[in-house]
């Protein structure tokens, strides 16, 4: 099998809620998408992915870049076999260095065409299916105290029972009280965790962390660099995780040997793909490393990649996962799943189980063949 043609589209997708804040001001309105087609010599067979930068400003990634990354990478990909992912890539770190997230979409299309090749359902080929759906939380983007507060009920209305606090300001005090409003609405059994998206600098978070001792909070990636969190670590007794730094199998292991934190976020596009992400999946399964499986953001395509991976998660290691294509408004992929009662499950069909709704996508930005 070869891969004939590669198709980008791009996809406007703005939120329900207006904007999505997060730590040092950083804010989104409209998520800017690329979607991927590609296409074999078995024309009954079309492989399709997405990459959703957070903006241009969490990661080092964009969406242009996404697209002239794809325009680069995919001449070196036409004639080459979609199904034998090890290959591909390692032929794409071959032909571009680094610019991870690039490559994720091509290699989450790839696993979308094994799975049509195979007739199964990719969570069934990343190691087989953990119960009948699996667990969800929500982001609350960063606003006062109160108003962060305030969405909590709402949230769990919709099922979720796990919420992530959009913190990382540098003003300690009003991180403290943000965390303390929102463990005040909290009921038995719910999850909280504070990601200060590496906002905070190591004396602001060492204050926070003593002024929330008395909150049963998880910490997410205070600092910018893997030596500061390690180092604020040390000052916190409850569960630390990490984030921004793990994007790859070498800071993974090293945070494990270091003990630099209980739980880890893989995000899909910042390890490169789904190849690379079950890599480090499967890895943080042995070692016993609780998991928040997902991806910096995304739509229907996205959504049903992280699905897939997630329920292939074992049910004790898996945190949590995230239903991005609820939080925008624009659908554009049949089959997508669609959170029920804060939880979700990956499509029975053959690949990510998703059908691009063409009128939605509209016309590619280019194609190579
Ligand atoms: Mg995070």
């Not at 099998?1 to 329900?16: C, E, F, G, N, W």
């Not at 070196?76 to 680094?98: F, T, V, Y």
């Not at 976020?265 to 609780?290: E, P, V, Y």
Request: aromatic content about 8%.
């Amino acid at each position: 099998m070869k891969i004939t043609r590669i198709s980008a589209y791009q996809v406007d997708l703005p939120l329900h809620e207006g904007s999505y804040n997060w730590s040092g001001g950083k804010s989104v309105s409209v998520f800017d998408s690329t979607v991927v087609k590609i296409e074999t010599d078995d024309e009954s067979i079309t492989g399709w992915g997405e990459i959703c930068p957070l903006g241009p400003f969490y990661l080092p990634a964009f969406g242009q870049g996404a697209r002239a990354g794809i325009y680069e990478l995919g001449p070196h990909l036409i004639g080459q076999s979609p199904i034998e992912l090890g290959k591909l890539n390692r032929n794409m770190d071959i032909a571009l260095k680094g610019h991870a997230y690039v490559k994720s979409a091509l290699d989450m299309a790839c696993w979308d065409i094994l799975g049509k090749v195979a007739s199964l359902p990719v969570c069934e080929l990343m190691g087989g299916r953990y119960g009948d759906d699996f667990v969800l939380y929500r982001a609350i983007s960063q606003e006062s105290p109160e108003e962060m507060a305030g969405k909590v009920a709402g949230y769990r209305d919709e099922g979720y029972r796990r919420f992530q606090l959009k913190v990382g300001c540098h003003d300690v005090d009003l991180d403290i009280a943000r965390i303390h409003a929102v463990a005040a609405e909290l009921k038995p059994g719910d999850i909280l965790v504070a990601d200060a998206n590496t906002g905070w600098l190591k004396h602001e978070a060492i204050r926070v962390c003593r002024g929330v001792r008395d909150v049963d909070v998880y910490i997410e990636q205070p600092c910018l660099t893997y030596e500061e969190c390690r180092a604020v670590r040390k000052s916190w007794d409850g569960p630390f995780i990490l984030d921004e730094n793990i994007d790859s199998l070498d800071p993974l292991i090293r945070g494990h040997n270091e003990q630099a934190m209980d739980c880890v976020n893989i995000k899909i596009s910042k390890f490169g793909g789904l190849t690379k992400a079950k890599q480090a999946r499967d890895l943080c399964a042995d070692l016993g490393i609780a998991m928040t499986i997902e991806d910096s953001w995304g739509g229907d395509i996205i959504t049903a990649a992280i699905s897939h991976l997630a329920h292939s998660t074992p049910t004790d290691l898996l945190f949590t996962s995230t239903d991005f294509n609820s939080y925008v408004t624009v659908d554009f992929a049949e089959g997508a799943p669609q959170r029920e009662n804060g939880r979700l499950k990956a499509s029975t069909a053959p690949g990510l189980g998703i059908e691009p709704m063409m009128g939605v996508l509209g016309d590619p930005v280019f194609e190579i063949s």
